[in-house]
């Protein structure tokens, strides 16, 4: 049983800093994705921000690239999205994410939404003008 739980979210000013983080347990494979999404009210889940445990690859969307960064700590089972230089634009609804398998995924796949079968519950990330 895949278990996500997120923790780390709150309200800040825009130009301020969040770290999230994302609990992992029951992943059985040596290497997969770990993604994490967002959802504002009104609009689609988007992808955030993807790495893959087995070497550490990252994926960013273009609107956070340069601002957010995504790690791991394997021995934690932890992945966690440091997000720095917050605009209002990027409250949301922060979840993280894993697939239903280990193994490589493109760009385009590890921020996808449709490719991830397991989610964590979410953490709201508020940023006021």
């Known amino acids: 049983q895949v278990h996500l739980v997120e923790s780390g979210g709150g309200s800040v000013q825009a130009g301020g800093s969040l770290r999230l983080s994302c609990a992992a347990s029951?992943?059985?494979?040596?290497?997969?994705?770990m993604g994490w999404f967002r959802q504002a009210p009104g609009k689609e889940r988007e992808g955030v921000a993807a790495?893959?445990?087995?070497?550490?690859?990252?994926y960013y969307a273009d609107s956070v690239k340069g601002r957010f960064t995504i790690s791991q700590d394997n021995a934690k089972n932890t992945v966690y999205l440091q997000m720095n230089s917050l605009e209002p634009e990027d409250t949301a609804m922060y979840s993280c994410a894993a697939p239903p398998r280990g193994g490589p995924m493109t760009a385009i796949q590890a921020l996808g939404v449709r490719h991830y079968d397991y989610w964590g519950q979410g953490t709201q990330v508020t940023v006021s003008s």
């Open positions: 029951g992943l059985t494979d040596s290497g997969h994705y």
């Open positions: 790495i893959y445990t087995g070497a550490g690859f990252s």
